[in-house]
């Protein structure tokens, strides 16, 4: 998929393609600036009209993205379980699920664009605001907590403060408790991880390579510490 | 388990088993050819009935008696396998699908045979990209090879095979909140009844099972139900993939005939915690299952001693906790979680999950009293059983068991951080620092 042509996604969004101002006060329940961008108190023009399902012949769809998420809707008997599939693809173009994106997808799937922003902000893998391309997913959950995960976030997420267009986030259970502690790096598991591979990792990503060669659950000589396989 | 007795994973580090031509030089989709050519549908699930296979997500119901529950008739009735894995500490069907792709391909063709089903899906998360890229080249090859499609291997049976990817929700497990998220919308569980069986994936019939459910059907309708149950206890059959992970030396996925003595997965398998640390606490199903004690690791693992104990096997995710660890961090680390994941539908499991984190993190800042153990046990109290499904009840019965075996040592943390924090404004100190896990061994 070319991106030539599109917004780029680490910028915040042009006129008209921008996520409505957050109310400006203090958010409900103590939410942090972060939390309050994925929803929390987002303010609405009372004025404005719903919504409605965007005209295919008026908005602007990539071809390929379009193929493919007409792909999508063919396997399911009912269009609307492409919603998901879409929609990742749709942030693969975008980078994130932009109201633009949004639009495109909803012309396609001839759905409202409100309808799939009800999809895009349940799903944890879904960002309605432009965090970055790249993700990188420490998983810090119940198995990760006991062996140390905190240190490895706390590691990376300083390493990778300043590295552009990447989401560093703490993430619940990935999954792979027996590479524990574990990070997700754009869809490569990694593990076990340590405080002290954070540089590595953020090198990688920035040379665009893959982190850790050896030590990712999809490589072939891939074991765990002790010798086992994952 | 002796390699000769392992079932599920025999052969799982064979590369050429993730190939089409490898698995069926294994004897690979054997059982399917004799599921159309050898037996009529009723005796597949009969099959199924006879060998007492149980669901291996976590609820442990029968698997032939649910496919038995899908009505019969000329309406679509669907397949769906639960592929979402997302219980902390389990990691078996990733295993398993990444390695054996086509296992569980088989395993759901010959499910919807037995459940007269014509459209499966494979639910997996979206986390698991490998796994949806290995499954989706396995059903392409299936569908090449006429395991799938129309008329399959010149039967009458026809069965499409689609892998669908999640998004990341761990709602999504449930089997009804699946069907939503299948069906394009947010992963909100449904009311039951009317149950899956009777309406599900688009209000038809619709079977879900997990992955390892699946796995275990290619094996039974090949050798038989007989020789599935002579492995395992009378109620509890088969054998059943055991992911544990936590303060262990050997974390990974072990295959163990139901039945064995916890004890000896936890120690002679993933080798116990780590030199000079004892069990503290262990969860015998995933972080949902209420905590069992060190004593307790002499129970056999199976269905029904895990319920007697008080907890449950559920997805078979043994996760080991060592005494390096302060139970309130586990706990806060823990509601963090069911915090995270409640999909807001229900009240008390919105509500319950959000004040039992806050309650945790006053019992580290010094402002608890040992009364609101007793209000944190009341809420838990109240979450079980209010809700439209489980993951209310996933946080506040572990919990609640912790409270239960751990008041000494909560009521310690809240002394200890009281005369700690004492006269201190809040923001005068460091909050959550002392739930740093895993102070050196001594």
């Known amino acids: ?230 | 388990m002796e390699l000769d007795s392992l079932r599920l994973i025999r052969n799982i580090n064979d590369p050429e088993l993730r190939t089409i031509d490898g698995y069926e030089r294994g004897g690979g989709y054997r059982a399917l050819r004799k599921a159309i050519n050898d037996m009529e549908p009723d005796q597949v699930l009969h099959e199924l009935e006879e060998s007492g296979l149980r669901g291996r997500g976590g609820a442990g119901f029968a698997m032939g008696k649910k496919a038995s529950f899908i009505p019969k008739g000329s309406m679509d009735k669907y397949i769906a396998c639960n592929a979402d894995e997302s219980e902390p500490g389990t990691f078996k069907d990733r295993l398993l699908m990444q390695k054996n792709p086509h296992l569980l391909v088989e395993g759901i063709i010959i499910a919807a045979i037995a459940a007269d089903a014509n459209k499966t899906f494979i639910y997996i998360r979206g986390e698991y990209e490998l796994q949806a890229d290995i499954l989706e080249k396995a059903v392409a090859d299936a569908y090449a090879r006429g395991y799938l499609g129309e008329r399959i291997l010149d039967s009458d049976y026809s069965i499409d095979m689609v892998v669908h990817r999640g998004a990341g929700a761990y709602i999504c497990g449930e089997e009804t909140a699946l069907l939503d998220s299948l069906e394009g919308k947010r992963g909100n569980p449904r009311l039951k009844p009317p149950f899956p069986a009777n309406q599900g994936l688009y209000q038809g019939p619709t079977l879900i099972n997990n992955v390892e459910t699946l796995c275990n059907v290619p094996a039974i309708i090949e050798k038989g139900a007989e020789w599935f149950k002579s492995v395992g206890t009378d109620k509890s059959s088969g054998t059943k993939l055991v992911s544990v992970s936590g303060n262990v030396r050997r974390p990974g996925n072990y295959e163990i005939p139901l039945g064995m003595r916890a004890g000896d997965i936890v120690y002679g398998l993933a080798g116990g915690p780590p030199e000079g640390r004892r069990v503290k606490c262990w969860f015998p199903g995933g972080s949902s299952a209420p905590v069992l004690l060190e004593e307790d690791l002499d129970l056999d693992y199976d269905f029904e001693t895990m319920a007697e104990a008080g907890s449950m096997l559920g997805s078979g995710a043994i996760i080991v906790v060592d005494d390096s660890v302060p139970i309130v961090s586990l706990a806060l680390r823990l509601a963090e979680f069911y915090r995270h994941e409640s999909c807001g539908k229900c009240t008390p499991c919105r509500e319950g999950t959000n004040w039992t984190v806050k309650m945790l993190e006053r019992i580290d800042t010094g402002e608890a009293t040992p009364a609101d153990l007793d209000t944190m046990a009341d809420v838990q109290t109240n979450i079980i059983g209010n809700c439209l499904c489980v993951l209310g009840d996933s946080m506040a019965m572990p919990i609640g068991s912790m409270i239960e075996k751990f008041r000494d040592e909560f009521e310690e943390h809240i002394e200890e951080a009281r005369l700690r924090h004492g006269g201190l404004p809040l923001a005068a100190h460091g909050g959550r620092a002392d739930l740093a896990v895993g102070s050196p061994a001594p």
């Not at chain 1, 295919?56 to 399911?76: C, D, F, G, N, Q």
Request: with cysteine; proline share 9%.
């Open chain 1, 1 to 230: 998929v070319s991106h030539e042509g599109y917004p780029d996604p680490a910028a915040r969004p042009a006129e008209g393609d921008a996520a409505p101002d957050d109310v400006g006060r203090e958010g409900a329940m103590g939410a942090t600036p972060q939390e309050l961008r994925r929803g929390w108190d987002r303010s609405y023009d009372k004025e404005k009209d719903p919504a409605v399902i965007p005209d295919l012949a008026e908005v602007e769809v990539p071809a390929t993205l379009r193929a493919e998420i007409e792909e999508h809707m063919a396997k399911y008997p009912d269009r609307r379980s492409a919603s998901i599939p879409a929609l990742h693809a749709a942030q693969r173009v975008h980078g994130w699920c932009s109201p633009l994106a949004l639009r495109q997808v909803a012309a396609v799937m001839q759905v409202t664009p409100g309808y799939l922003s009800s999809v895009a902000s349940f799903y944890d893998m879904l960002n309605e605001d432009p965090v970055g391309r790249h993700k990188v997913y420490v998983c810090t959950s119940v198995a990760c907590h006991l062996v140390k995960a905190k240190a490895v976030y706390d590691a990376i997420a300083s390493a990778g403060a300043d590295l552009p267009d990447t989401e560093i986030r703490e993430f619940e259970c990935l999954g792979a408790c027996d590479m524990a502690p574990m990070a997700s790096i754009d869809g490569r598991y990694v593990g076990p991880l340590d405080p002290s591979d954070a540089p590595e990792i953020v090198a990688a990503i920035k040379e665009g390579r893959k982190p850790l060669p050896g030590r990712g659950l999809e490589d072939d000589d891939y074991r765990l510490p002790w010798g086992g396989r994952a």
